[in-house]
């Protein structure tokens, strides 16, 4: 018995030391920041289409794909806004601005008949699915048309344009690029419905590299983290803007209390990431011109990294867990059916 003990023992530490062992290497891999020495195919005579690009990511991404020889197709919302003109102030005559709405069938294949009329020598080499909103609730606080707006431009807006814009991606044996986030696998409080649109939008990606390997056409997804400050995708709340919304039976669930608690820690929260694009804008430029692109970019501060490194191989009661550890998540049980 003792020494069924002692073996029992010694097979429990091999196991810890082998799971250990491989979660080391598998944040050590995804941690790894693309190389600007990857970087060799050349841009010339090649075209990219960029979503999303009146600002933030898709903004400072196609004036750099312009930089390196890229046909840049920057499609903007707002055409005439302050970001597409800048576009077409800053960029060379590469670069062309083109009005695109995600969401719209008809913005799609206007913007599609443009690209094939303009098409550089090398085709359309890459499609930078970018353009996303956010937005923050605790899924009672919501509606169906909150998750129906997140989907309509984070899932579907992608999918419509790469249905659209697949098949000269292939003639070009070219690159897909998506733009996911870290909550598309990382569960926590108020980010159910954009939760869901990236979650989506990367099992769509999955199943279009897959698909696409056959062809010569390589797959990416960018995840990064916390990037409120830099692109501003976040907009600031008023707690009493989302309270005065709740219906009665709703007041006296979550208190006024716990709504402003809330509202303070997300703005704190989206206060302290980052306060510029690089990291972003470098792993997409890699994954458009590199030879060898990762087929996921995790994108955050080193620690952040190794924690969402091994965060999905979690166990679901462990992964869940943690959130009992954060004083917030104490501080909200306490609050919830309190006097308002």
């Known amino acids: 018995m003792a020494t069924d003990a002692s073996a029992g023992q010694i097979v429990a530490v091999f196991t810890a030391f082998v799971c250990v062992a491989l979660l080391l290497l598998v944040a050590s891999r995804r941690r790894r920041r693309p190389s600007r020495e990857d970087d060799e195919e050349e841009g010339a005579g090649r075209g990219v289409l960029v979503t999303g690009c009146d600002s933030g990511f898709g903004h400072h991404l196609a004036l750099q794909l312009d930089a390196r020889g890229f046909a840049v197709f920057a499609g903007c919302l707002f055409p005439e806004g302050r970001g597409a003109l800048t576009l077409a102030q800053e960029g060379s005559c590469r670069l062309r601005v083109l009005k695109l709405d995600v969401t719209s069938d008809k913005d799609v294949e206007e913007a599609k008949r443009v690209v094939q009329i303009n098409l550089p020598e090398n085709g359309l080499w890459a499609v930078v699915n970018n353009a996303g909103i956010s937005d923050w609730a605790e899924t009672e606080w919501s509606n169906i048309n909150h998750y129906t707006k997140m989907v309509e431009v984070n899932l579907f807006g992608a999918i419509r344009t790469t249905i659209a814009f697949l098949p000269l991606v292939r003639v070009a044996k070219g690159r897909m690029v998506f733009m996911s986030s870290i909550f598309a696998f990382f569960h926590c409080l108020n980010m159910g419905a954009y939760s869901v649109s990236k979650r989506g939008?990367?099992?769509?990606?999955?199943?279009?590299?897959?698909?696409?390997?056959?062809?010569?056409?390589?797959?990416?997804?960018?995840?990064?983290?916390?990037?409120?400050?830099?692109?501003?995708?976040?907009?600031?709340?008023?707690?009493?803007?989302?309270?005065?919304?709740?219906?009665?039976?709703?007041?006296?669930?979550?208190s006024r209390e716990y709504m402003e608690l809330a509202n303070a820690y997300f703005?704190?929260?989206?206060?302290?990431?980052?306060?510029?694009?690089?990291?972003?804008?470098?792993?997409?430029?890699?994954?458009?011109?590199?030879?060898?692109?990762?087929?996921r970019y995790l994108l955050a501060s080193r620690l952040d990294s190794l924690f969402f490194s091994w965060y999905p191989l979690l166990p679901t009661a462990v992964s869940d867990g943690i959130f009992a550890l954060s004083p917030m998540y104490a501080r909200r049980r306490k609050m919830l059916y309190s006097k308002q």
């Open 201 to 254: 939008l990367e099992a769509f990606a999955d199943c279009l590299r897959v698909e696409m390997a056959s062809f010569g056409v390589k797959v990416s997804i960018v995840q990064p983290g916390n990037f409120g400050r830099a692109t501003n995708i976040v907009k600031t709340k008023k707690s009493w803007n989302t309270w005065d919304n709740l219906n009665p039976e709703q007041k006296l669930v979550f």
């Open 267 to 295: 703005n704190t929260v989206t206060g302290a990431g980052f306060t510029e694009v690089s990291m972003v804008v470098d792993a997409l430029l890699h994954a458009v011109s590199s030879p060898r692109p990762q087929y």
